[in-house]
Each structure stands twice: as structure tokens, then as C-alpha cells.
């Protein structure tokens, strides 16, 4: 009780002098056991987890940088269903599969939290901060979208061949040059290139103002954070986050990229004009479909700000996780070395140097699609998933998950499951092999995750790192710079924001 006394701010305790003992200590007591009494009525039939402080709740223990091992150890504690509290949030975590996926098939728990930013942003359009109708509406055009101008278009490999002819002048020359690099931007500008053509119909130079501003919007919602993380933790104080300086330059930002991207649906407009005009890309196919939901009377489904904001959404998920996956492929590689022969030797036998491989090579490529899906894996680049909401009170299991919950399913915790892998925490392409060294998928790699709000750009993806992957492949070898060479554990370890990033490295590519 001394050590209490000595706690409390100096003034307080000589304020009450000799009547600590009869006033402050029964009062204290009274405070916490009144405390848990709150703590234990709100945690009743909550799945269980661990106890934390009044307004902070588990914060103080939640590693800001290794989030996703922080949580997969409470599962690990308390299991694969757990709750704790992140500042004033209420916060479930899963961590197995079948619960995985029996919650995110579920309409109960496929919301999004639903932040007033967000709100701001979004204006009530898009796919990745809506729920209901319009979500339902705007995924299921985007989805057909995607497959009538994404993956399934012969001019999406061209445009991933026009991506790599520049890229490999690029790194012919850093090569030529013996000059070490680190690969992110350059992924990033052919994944931009990509997302741009297909959804706006345009090609953009690296130097556009509208890349630069994607780039800056992306960088402050994903890799800073802190933005949202105000309002998220304490949501009764959610004007707190127009305090944080980047929130102001953030809506800013958006709106004049809105505006730019306005500028190119009007001028897709007057091509459509003509009727006879087939679509090229996801804008034409909205500005179609808006002219057939005017023409019945339907003004609200396909408005303009919802074709501004589904495009903007496919920078924003489109872009980073597609570049980022690729930086960790290459990584993979460059530390690996003896993995980096075998797929060089599959891609030296099955395709040889006189072409570069196509999607079709895939089924004979079986070494190389199991070192992709394993560095899916390994590496878990959306680590603690992109967080869902209970939509209306619910119990599932047995357990009460009250609406407004934030559900987080644990990627990182299923793809480092010792039930689900032979060597969770060492990077085994075997993983993916059958007795015979032919291809296997397993159902416990989720990536994109799964359910009803799976990543609506998974075969794009997947096509875009293919073809990737094995072109760099089939060309260079990648080496970490020496001095980073040693630093392979730090480096591959990573650490989380949005995603999980790499530790600082640098590459050297080499002509084969
Ligand atoms: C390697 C690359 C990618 C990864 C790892 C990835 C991963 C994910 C994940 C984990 C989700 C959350 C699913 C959920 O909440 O249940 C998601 C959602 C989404 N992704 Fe991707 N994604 C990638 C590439 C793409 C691409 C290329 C596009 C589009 C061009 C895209 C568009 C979207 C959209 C629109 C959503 C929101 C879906 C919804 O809320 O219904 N993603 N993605």
C-alpha cells in the first residue's frame, strides 16, 4: 500500500496527510474492484483473452511494430478465438482456419469498422469501407470488371510486358554498373502503370502528378497509419484524428486526385458517346452500365463519385500489395541462394532463354509456383488481415461477439500454425510439393483471404507476380549486398504496419 501512497501526485497525498489509510485506500479499492466488476459484466460470454488497463486496454502490451506476433502469442495463451480490448475497442482475434472461415462466409461479420475519415473520404462509395448494398453492388462490377479488363485480357500481358521491358533497362543498368538497390519503387511504378491503364484506359509516366499523388495517398493511409489509429483506438474521440497534422493533407490530397481522376472519366465520356464504342477499361464499363441504370430510372448505383472511388480503391489495395510481394519474392531469393538455382534450373529447362514464360507454363512450373505460394506464406504480407466488423449482436460458438466488434483474422497466425505445416517457421518450398515434386495448393494459405470480402484482385495478382517472378528469374541473379548479407534473420523477420515490411536491405541484380 506504501508503494500507492508514493504513486499518487505529491499534492494529493499531503493533502490527505494521516487519513490516507480511512479515506484513500477504501476509496481506491472501491475504484478498482467497481473497475472489475465493469471489466467483468463487459467481458461476460466474450470469447477470452487478456485483461488490460481502464481507457488503454491491452496497448501498453501490443508491440506497435510486431502486432501480428503480439496477437498470434494471446491466441497461442488463450485460444484460437480470443478478445481484448485496443484502447476503447473491443477486439476479436482468430487464429485458426475453419474459424476463419466459417466467420468471414458469415453476413454477421463481413463489415468494416466504419471510421469517420473514412466516411469523409468515401463519401458512402467504393468497395473496401463500404458494407451493405452498395458494397454488395459496387464488388460484384468490379469483380466482372476485373475479369473482362483485368486477368483474363490478352492486353494485361502485354501491358506486364511493356512493364518489364522497362524494368529491365533499369536493371541492366544498375547491373552494369555494379550498383546495389532496394526494389520497391521500381515494382511500384509497373504495378501503378498497370492499375492505371486498366482502370482509366491511360498511360502515366513515373512523373505524373497523378502517380506522385497515389504514391503519397497510399504512403499516408497504409504505411503511416497513425491517421486512422487515432480514431480507431478511442472512437468517442474521433475528431482527435482531425488533429493529427497528415489527417488534413490526407483529405486534401484525395479530393485533388478525385478531381484528376474526374478529369479522365469525362474525357472517357465523350469517347462513349458513341454507343457502337466497346469498353476499354473498368471507367468505359462504369460509364456503360450508368447509362443502362439512367436509362431505368437508377441515378444512384453507378454516380460519378462511386467510379472515382472504385478506381481509387484499386490504386489503394492494387498497387503496394502487388510491389510489396514481389520485394519479398526477390528477397526470398537473393537469401536463398540454393532455392534461387532450382527455380532458375525448372525455368532453363521448361522455358529456355528465347522466350520469356507465360501463364500457361505455370502447370509444368511446379518448383517455382511452390517458392511463390510459399513466400505468400512466409513473409504474410497483410499479417493481421484487413479488419472486419460485426455487423449485429451475435454469438458464434458459444461466445457473444456484440456489434461494433472489430475482428481480426490473424493471417499471419494460420500460415505459422504448426498443425497446418511441417515447418512453420522456416522458408520450405516443400510445403507446397507432393511426394512426387509436383505443384500442391493448400486450402491453409490465405493471402487474399477468404470469404465474402476476399480481395477482388487475387487473379490479377497472382497473374501480375507470375509473370513477374519468373521474367526476373529467367534474367538476373539477386545477391544481397554484403553488408547486408548477414543481417538475413533481421531483414526477413520484418515488422508490421499496415503490412509487413522487410527490414532495410539492398540487392545487386546481375545479368545471367
Ligand atoms: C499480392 C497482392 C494482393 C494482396 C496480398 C491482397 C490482399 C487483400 C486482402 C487480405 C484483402 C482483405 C480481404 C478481407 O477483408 O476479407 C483485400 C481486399 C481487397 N483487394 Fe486485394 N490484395 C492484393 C492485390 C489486389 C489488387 C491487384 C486489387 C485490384 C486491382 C485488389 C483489390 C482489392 C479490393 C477492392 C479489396 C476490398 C474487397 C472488399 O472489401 O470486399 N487487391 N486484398
Not at 462490377?141 to 475479369?147: A, D, G, I, M, Q
Request: charged content about 25%; glycine content about 6%.
Amino acid at each position: 500500500m506504501e508503494g500507492v501512497i508514493e504513486m499518487l501526485p505529491k499534492s494529493l497525498a499531503s493533502l490527505l496527510g494521516d487519513n490516507f489509510y480511512t479515506v484513500a485506500a477504501p476509496a481506491a479499492a472501491g475504484l478498482a474492484a467497481a473497475y472489475m466488476l465493469y471489466s467483468w459484466r463487459q467481458g461476460r460470454d466474450l470469447p477470452p483473452g487478456p485483461v488490460g488497463l481502464p481507457v488503454l486496454g491491452r496497448l501498453p502490451w501490443i508491440s506497435r511494430n510486431q502486432m501480428h506476433r503480439s496477437m498470434m502469442k494471446i491466441c497461442q495463451q488463450y485460444g484460437d478465438i480470443s478478445s481484448f480490448y485496443l484502447g476503447s475497442r473491443l477486439v476479436i482475434v482468430v487464429n485458426s482456419y475453419p474459424l476463419m472461415k466459417e466467420m468471414l462466409d458469415s453476413q454477421m461479420f463481413s463489415g468494416r469498422p466504419q471510421l469517420r475519415l473514412f466516411k469523409k473520404l468515401t463519401r458512402g462509395c467504393g468497395i473496401i469501407f463500404t458494407e451493405g448494398d452498395v458494397w454488395n453492388q459496387q464488388r460484384r462490377l468490379s469483380l466482372r470488371t476485373l475479369r473482362d479488363f483485368g486477368f483474363a485480357r490478352k492486353r494485361t500481358v502485354e501491358m506486364v510486358d511493356e512493364q518489364l521491358d522497362s524494368m529491365f533497362n533499369g536493371f541492366d543498368e544498375i547491373a552494369a554498373l555494379y550498383e546495389p538497390v532496394q526494389l520497391l519503387e521500381t515494382f511500384l511504378l509497373a504495378s501503378n502503370a498497370i492499375v492505371a491503364e486498366m482502370t482509366l484506359g491511360q498511360k502515366f509516366e513515373a512523373d505524373d502528378p497523378a502517380m506522385k499523388l497515389v504514391n503519397a495517398i497510399v504512403k499516408k493511409l497504409i504505411e503511416d497509419g497513425i491517421i486512422q489509429g487515432v480514431e480507431f483506438l478511442f472512437p468517442a474521440m474521433e475528431r482527435l484524428a482531425d488533429l493529427v497534422p497528415a489527417s488534413s493533407s490526407l483529405v486534401s490530397d484525395t479530393e485533388r486526385l478525385h478531381d484528376m481522376i474526374r478529369g479522365q472519366i469525362r474525357k472517357r465520356e465523350a469517347v462513349m458517346k458513341d454507343e457502337s464504342v466497346e469498353p476499354q477499361c473498368l471507367c468505359d464499363a462504369y460509364i456503360k452500365e450508368k447509362r443502362q441504370a439512367e436509362k431505368a430510372g437508377d441515378f444512384e448505383t453507378f454516380k460519378e463519385h462511386q467510379i472515382i472511388r472504385v478506381t481509387m480503391e484499386f490504386f489503394l489495395a492494387g498497387t503496394d500489395t502487388t510491389a510489396r510481394s514481389m520485394e519479398w519474392l526477390l528477397l526470398y531469393m537473393a537469401f536463398y541462394p540454393e532455392v534461387q538455382d532450382r527455380v532458375q534450373n525448372e525455368l532453363d529447362s521448361v522455358v529456355g532463354q528465347s522466350r520469356r514464360p507465360r501463364m500457361q507454363d505455370r502447370t509444368e512450373l511446379h518448383y517455382t509456383s511452390a517458392v511463390i505460394d510459399e513466400t505468400y506464406r512466409k513473409a504474410s504480407l497483410v499479417g493481421t488481415g484487413v479488419f472486419h466488423r460485426s455487423v449485429e449482436d451475435a454469438t458464434f460458438h458459444g461466445y457473444r461477439i456484440p456489434s461494433d466488434a472489430i475482428i481480426i483474422p490473424l493471417v499471419y497466425g494460420v500460415h505459422h500454425r504448426a498443425e497446418y505445416w511441417e515447418r512453420p517457421n522456416e522458408f520450405y518450398p516443400e510445403h507446397f510439393l507432393d511426394d512426387e515434386g509436383r505443384y500442391r495448393s493448400s486450402p491453409y494459405l490465405i493471402p487474399f483471404l477468404i470469404g465474402r470480402r476476399s480481395c477482388v484482385g487475387e487473379s490479377l495478382a497472382r497473374m501480375e507476380i507470375f509473370l513477374f517472378f519468373t521474367a526476373i528469374m529467367q534474367r538476373y541473379r539477386v545477391r544481397p549486398e554484403p553488408e547486408f548479407a548477414a543481417r538475413k534473420e533481421e531483414i526477413l523477420a520484418g515488422s508490421i504496419g499496415a503490412f509487413v515490411f522487410p527490414g532495410d536491405y539492398q540487392v545487386t541484380m546481375d545479368r545471367r
